[in-house]
């Protein structure tokens, strides 16, 4: 009988950033070879609520700093690391993530995207992209997640167009 895995999820939260034409923000990891493409996601801190963990990850992240919380995710996403990657990543101490999702309109202008706004940058690039093509862009273990995320979220793709007209 195959043993459970026993460690437990960090908690973190994911940002869709949504501009005026309703894609989405993506960025290119800055870690990973080859085509790993992701949304802005991160810890939790202790004590901080979720809707201030996203807005600061995404600062962190990104630099963006004018972005209003839209919609949050109905329920927590989870995903499993690669073994591989469980056993050295946040000193092994977790199996993968637990994640509360927000959407979120970008209010700002391009200029104010700054991928080295802190000095540990995650992304080297980043492009809008339409929400449905974000599974394909996605590193596999996190495909399903992004799967959810993109059914859970794909009614404001519209709302974020009407929004700007």
Known sequence: MPRK???SYRKGVGAVLFNAEGKVFAGKRIDTPGKAWQLPQGG???GEKPRHAVLREL???TGIVKAEIIAKSRKWFSYDLPK???ATLWKGRYRGQKQKWFALRFTGKERDIDLKATSHAE???WKWVDLETLPSMIVPF????YE??????KHL???SKNDSQ
């Open 5 to 7: 895995n026993k460690k």
């Open 44 to 46: 939790i801190d202790k």
């Open 59 to 61: 600062a962190e992240e």
């Open 84 to 86: 591989d990657i469980a």
């Open 123 to 125: 992304f080297c690039s």
């Open 142 to 145: 996190k495909r399903g997640l």
């Open 148 to 153: 959810a995320i993109v059914k859970e979220f």
């Open 157 to 159: 793709v519209k709302i």
